[in-house]
T-cell receptor, first 110, second 114 residues
């Protein structure tokens, strides 16, 4: 069965610290992979996507993600977190339709 | 600027009422989607449409209905048959019927049963 797992429901980091949000998927073949961000009461904004090529993908707002086929993972990273990064982050995968993880809520401490 | 407009932002429904959520896009996208978001559950697909006058059920279509009479519009009706309609509803669209470009989302409608 196709599934997306974001193991961390809530993560708290200090401003300026590095961040890694985890995403694991189960799929028959390598699907399209996405990370979205959602501010409270808003829609989702696409941060980055991957389908093929270089396994390290650069996105907007200083985010990057690394695809690891052997681990079926697509983890999101940022070297230095800003207070404005506080939001909910969703990993999504699919080929013909998009399946979303349950999300990881990021809190940034001053 | 092109985008997706959802209205209203907040909607209150009485028990037994049908309500309709609006979704309009000016991106010239072919495909449109409705998702329901509940805390801790991510997004679940209600209905999607890949072309005018055609739509398919998603994972949780019971109690909902849609229409796609125009390319730009994909309204969602929450019927009285939906027993737990309180949620945040998101509309999305994509340029092609495949998902390679990702989806563009509206800013959502929060529906509350009173």
């Amino acid at each position: 069965a196709q599934s997306v797992t974001q193991p961390d429901i809530h993560i708290t980091v200090s401003e300026g610290a590095s961040l890694e949000l985890r995403c694991n998927y189960s799929y028959g073949a390598t699907p399209y992979l996405f990370w979205y961000v959602q501010s409270p009461g808003q829609g989702l904004q696409l941060l980055l996507k991957y389908f093929s090529g270089d396994t390290l993908v650069q996105g907007i707002k200083g985010f990057e993600a690394e695809f690891k086929r052997s681990q079926s993972s697509f983890n999101l990273r940022k070297p230095s977190v800003h207070w404005s990064d506080a939001a909910e982050y969703f990993c999504a995968v699919g080929m013909n339709d998009m399946r979303f993880g349950a999300g990881t809520r990021l809190t940034v401490k001053p | 600027d092109g985008g997706i407009t959802q209205s209203p932002k907040y909607l209150f429904r009485k028990e037994g009422q049908n309500v309709t959520l609006s979704c309009e896009q000016n991106l010239n996208h072919d495909a449109m989607y409705w998702y329901r978001q509940d805390p801790g559950q991510g997004l679940r697909l209600i209905y999607y449409s890949q072309i005018v006058n055609d739509f398919q059920k998603g994972d949780i279509a019971e109690g909902y209905s849609v229409s796609r009479e125009k390319k730009e519009s994909f309204p969602l009706t929450v019927t009285s048959a939906q027993k737990n309609p309180t949620a945040f509803y998101l509309c999305a669209s994509s340029r092609r019927t495949g998902i390679g470009d990702g989806y563009t989302f509206g800013s959502g409608t929060r529906l509350t049963v009173v």
